[in-house]
């Protein structure tokens, strides 16, 4: 059933219904659709532009409608426009006359706009419950690594050892930071847009305020122009999703890496790993690629949809029908990747004795030599110098700092002593940076403290 055709002396081309209807994808909201209709017919009778009768049958009829669906027993296919326009006519065949007067006061313009909202803050929920369980496996994680020497890089080379634990803790901050910006999100689009009607409001006396109150908003919104062409918080979320991804795509990066065969740092699974068609010795790790590539089509829904509603004039415009399948492929995405994401990290073996051994070549220690010697005495900028020469000789020799006879540290500088060795050694170089953030056991405790709190309260 069409709910426009009175206007009209032709039958729709074919091809013209397919190229217009969304029901292939907006049947997905169907629950919300039926949720913010019940929530409109029970204000309608509250405000007396429905009697009470009316009411109750088209509230059976729809929690009806939802059961079937749900069951199995009612099939949404693609004959009509889209969700809403099947609803209402699936009502009218099951309820008659009173399911004729369910859009009294309403447009489908306000109701997808309350629809997508509906569906966005529990699709938020759900995104934000997902992070949180990689949270506390990277706590897990973090607690039992404050010990693990790791090299810390810059540029890809290595730069400072650092510690498993605090490598970690990095992305735990980007991730706890990704929940807080989908809890802004939230909180800026959760007024309701419903009672807006077509884009000018309606003439009926509709309490706004309480449909608001009764889908759990914090209120009605305060234009109805603007009401039925925000899509401001559908770009917020894709910027949002597209930082979770970039953030889990930068962690893949690495694990990718570390699962290699040069780094062996850490070994995948074999759940989570796949192998090679034709190399029999292969162990790939496509879970970390593919999340790693699927950041592209994350970004490209945030760039589609910005593009979309860049120069539409207000209010609807049925270009915004395309914030749909853009929005549900993201989500889904970025529900998918992390859930496989933290079951992957969760279990890969994790390779101590590889990462120390990595921790101490490379000279990671140059800067605690220099730091000594500015304990002796020499100004920093020519304690840096002499270090550079020695791991010049170090390089020729192909040995590493801690190898050097304290004969040869003396060639350099007389401020050398024997207490050099404990100084520059991997533990030292590690434990003696805590200052609030850094890797040092004392200052790592701390955070991991802080960590705990976090989880236990949000
Ligand atoms: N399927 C439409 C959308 O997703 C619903 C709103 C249609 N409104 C209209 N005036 N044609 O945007």
């Known amino acids: ?17 397919k190229f217009n209807a969304s029901i292939s994808y907006d049947k997905k909201f169907y629950k919300q659709d039926i949720e913010g209709s019940i929530a409109h017919v029970t204000m309608l009778a509250k405000q007396g532009i429905l009697t009470e009768e009316e009411e109750n049958l088209i509230i059976e009829g729809l929690n009806h409608i939802a059961d079937d669906i749900e069951n199995g027993i009612l099939e949404i296919d693609n004959e009509s426009e889209d969700i809403h326009s099947f609803v209402e006519a699936q009502l009218i065949a099951r309820i008659g006359e009173a399911g004729k007067k369910l859009h009294t006061g309403r447009s489908r313009n306000d109701q997808v706009a309350l629809d997508m909202k509906l569906y966005v803050r529990n ?19 973090m607690k039992e690594n404050i010990k693990t020497f790791l090299p810390g890089f810059t540029h890809l080379q290595k730069a400072q050892p650092v510690t498993l634990a605090h490598h970690l803790g990095a992305y735990f901050e980007m991730f706890k930071r990704d929940r807080s910006r989908l809890f802004d999100i939230y909180k800026r689009m959760n007024q309701c847009p419903l009672g807006s009607g077509a884009l000018a409001g309606t003439t009926y006396p509709l309490d706004r305020t309480y449909t608001a109150t009764l889908l759990e908003f914090d209120g009605p919104t305060y234009n109805s122009m603007d009401s039925v062409s925000d899509r401001d918080y559908l770009i917020e979320l894709l910027s949002a999703l597209s930082i979770i991804m970039m953030h ?5 990066e690495e694990i990718i890496l570390w699962n290699s065969n040069e780094y062996q740092f850490i070994e995948l699974d074999d759940a989570y790993s796949t192998g090679s068609s034709i190399m029999p010795q292969k162990k790939n790790p496509d879970i970390a690629e593919l999340v790693r590539g699927k950041t592209g089509r994350v970004y490209g829904a945030l760039v589609s949809l910005l593009t979309t509603l860049k120069g539409l004039p207000l209010a609807y415009n049925k270009d915004m029908q395309e914030d749909k399948e853009l929005s549900f492929d993201a989500i889904d995405t970025v529900k998918g990747c992390l859930l496989l994401f933290t079951g992957m990290i969760a279990s890969m073996k994790i390779n101590k004795a590889m990462m120390e051994a990595s921790a101490k070549k490379g000279f990671t220690n140059a800067t605690d030599v220099a730091d000594y010697l500015v304990g002796k005495g020499i100004p920093f900028r020519d304690a840096h110098g002499i270090v550079g020469q020695l791991v010049l000789y170090c390089i020729d020799k192909n040995i590493s700092l801690e190898d050097l006879h304290l004969e040869e540290f003396k060639l350099y500088s007389t401020a050398f002593d024997k207490d050099i060795y404990d100084a520059i050694s991997l533990h030292t170089c ?4 805590n200052t609030i953030g850094a890797p040092g056991i004392e200052a790592m405790k701390k955070v991991i403290q802080w960590n705990e709190e976090y989880l236990s309260i949000s």
Not at 1 to 14: A, C, P, S, V
């Open 248 to 252: 889990l795509s930068r962690f893949c």
């Open 123 to 141: 699709e938020i929920n759900e995104i934000n419950q997902l992070l949180k369980d990689l949270l506390n496996t990277l706590h897990v994680m």
């Open 1 to 17: 059933m069409k709910l426009w055709g009175g206007r009209f002396t032709k039958e729709t081309n074919q091809l013209v219904h």
């Open 430 to 433: 590690v434990n003696k940076r």
